[in-house]
């Protein structure tokens, strides 16, 4: 396609005014963003507006458990995918699968539900965790204790093509 510009890495709406900024003085180079939506309603909608293409990580629909894994509410993250979804924005969902905490059918089933009539959607990617994750922690000094077992392997309960979503699984 040309190329062009994915913004990713940590959280890149955790510096939205650079982000913005940036977007703001590439728009005729096709850009990407890498989200998972954790930022205020309207920075997002700042930043969705100025990108082609969002990337939308979701990891748990249950605020409980969300909240448990990840230190923080899912409250606004799925107040801006619902945005995103009526803004007619093209976007791509992203599921990393954490075995045993995200990857069962009932969280599966709750994703669909969100987004099984959107228009712009471009698909669906699965992402089962993968235990080199860890490895970043030892290149900088510190141990990877996650609260989950990573000798497993997530399940994938694939209800998206079921619907007939384009689902790819990484």
């Given amino acids: 396609n040309g190329g062009g510009v994915t913004l990713t890495g940590g959280e890149p709406t955790a510096q939205a005014p650079f982000v913005i900024d940036f977007l ?9 963003i890498e989200t998972s939506g954790y930022v ?19 990891k748990h629909t249950d605020e409980n458990l969300h909240r ?16 995103l979804i009526r803004s007619g924005k093209e976007f791509i969902i992203r599921v990393p699968l954490i075995p045993n905490v995200n990857d069962s059918q009932e969280n599966m089933m709750k994703i669909l539900s969100f987004i099984k009539d959107a228009k712009t959607l471009v698909r669906v990617e699965l992402l089962p965790y993968h ?3 860890g490895a ?3 290149m900088i000094g510190k141990s990877y204790n996650p609260s989950f ?22």
Avoid: M, W
């Fill in 136 to 138: 970043k922690y030892k």
């Fill in 40 to 58: 205020s309603t309207n920075k997002f909608k700042e930043v969705i507006y100025i990108v082609d293409l969002v990337l939308f990580d979701i």
């Fill in 24 to 32: 703001k003085q590439i728009q005729e180079i096709h850009s990407v």
């Fill in 68 to 83: 448990k894994y990840t230190g923080v509410s899912n409250r606004p993250i799925l107040e801006n995918l619902r945005y």
């Fill in 149 to 170: 077992d990573i000798t497993k392997t997530p399940k994938i309960f694939n209800v998206f093509e079921e619907c007939n979503i384009k689902t790819i699984i990484l």
């Fill in 131 to 133: 235990k080199t994750a």
